[in-house]
């Protein structure tokens, strides 16, 4: 039998079936063997080495069963670590407008992290009610510049359901993970969109000033003719995965200049970098930019 994964908890693993049954499950935890490249440190030649790895099932994976135990899982398209899942279609990058602050720095952070699996997020900003008329015109004065990167960009009030119309259009055929800012809401909706999951949601603590997400474990949900999956939130980013002279390809406005060293990394003291220049004269949102020079001085501080 085969079947998609659609929960994950405590080593057990819900399976729907190809006739839309569910059965829980467990994996035989086989070892498999998969080709890797090595690197001689002193002649720096490469050569292709076989390690035998154990690689348990994820929550998306496509299964096969055998004797009511998972045999294997398919050919991935993709394998998130965090959320962890496998298999993503696209990516709701939900933000709060406001409780949390909303946080520029955070959402490029997420944006780095998402390109590197080649996956393209769909950026919703929630609790557009908590903005003032004006608050809210100036957040999509800014956002303006993330839709001309092709980015799409949905404002959300999960509590009227304003925007979830918009929103649910892009769900259909699609296997779609919700991930963020902590705090901004995502259960919440997820309950907006598709009211009978009635997933538990919790306030933010006024006192401590930040988001409690009570989501503990990840979860596909049906939806038309897709999935939708919850997941924990974020603790901390990988930019640690990210190699420093790699970054500046995940920030696809500076593809346009082409700078006097082919491998210019786009720093405030390199002479002829036209990406620098670019962000001074306005051409490249500078907080942008910023950003870009936070993370990259973040990467080799976690590198030492």
């Known amino acids: 039998m085969q079947g998609r994964v659609i929960n994950l908890n405590g080593g057990v693993y819900k399976v729907l079936l190809e006739d839309d049954t569910i059965i829980e499950v467990k994996a ?5 063997s998969e080709k890797k490249t090595a690197i001689n440190d002193k002649s720096q030649s490469k050569k292709e080495v076989i390690q035998t790895i154990k690689n348990s099932p994820k929550v ?4 096969v069963i055998e004797n009511n ?3 294997h899982y398919l050919e991935r398209k993709n394998s998130l670590i ?3 899942i496998a298999n993503v279609d696209q990516i709701l990058l939900v933000f709060a407008a406001k409780e949390p602050d909303f946080s520029f720095y955070l959402l490029d952070m997420f944006i780095v992290n998402i390109t590197m699996y080649n996956i393209k ?9 908590k903005l003032t008329q004006k608050e809210l015109e100036e957040l999509k004065k800014a956002m303006e510049y993330y839709k001309k990167l092709s980015f799409d960009v949905v404002y959300v009030n999960s509590l009227t359901k304003e925007g979830t119309l918009e929103l649910a259009a892009d769900l259909d055929n699609k296997i779609t993970v919700l991930s963020g800012q902590t705090g901004a809401g995502k259960s919440t909706l997820i309950n907006a969109i598709i009211p009978e999951f009635n997933l538990k949601t919790q306030e933010i603590s006024q006192a401590l000033g930040r988001g409690k997400h009570t989501t503990r474990e990840s979860n596909l949900y ?4 897709g999935f939708i ?8 980013l990988d930019l640690f995965k990210v190699d420093k002279n790699e970054l500046r390809n995940y920030f696809p406005e500076f593809k346009n200049y082409e700078c006097k060293f082919r491998d210019c990394l786009h720093q405030e003291n390199i ?15 500078y907080s942008r930019y910023e950003n870009y020079l936070k993370m990259f001085n973040q990467i080799g501080e976690i590198k030492k």
């Open 271 to 285: 002479k002829g970098c036209l990406v620098h220049e670019a962000a001074l004269k306005g051409e490249i949102l």
């Open 60 to 63: 998306g994976d496509i299964v």
């Open 82 to 84: 965090r959320p962890d």
């Open 28 to 32: 035989r935890g086989k070892l498999r």
């Open 229 to 236: 999956g919850d997941t924990p939130g974020f603790s901390k």
């Open 222 to 225: 049906r939806y038309k003719n």
């Open 121 to 129: 997020p769909l950026i919703v900003i929630s609790k557009i009610d």
């Open 69 to 71: 135990m998972i045999d």
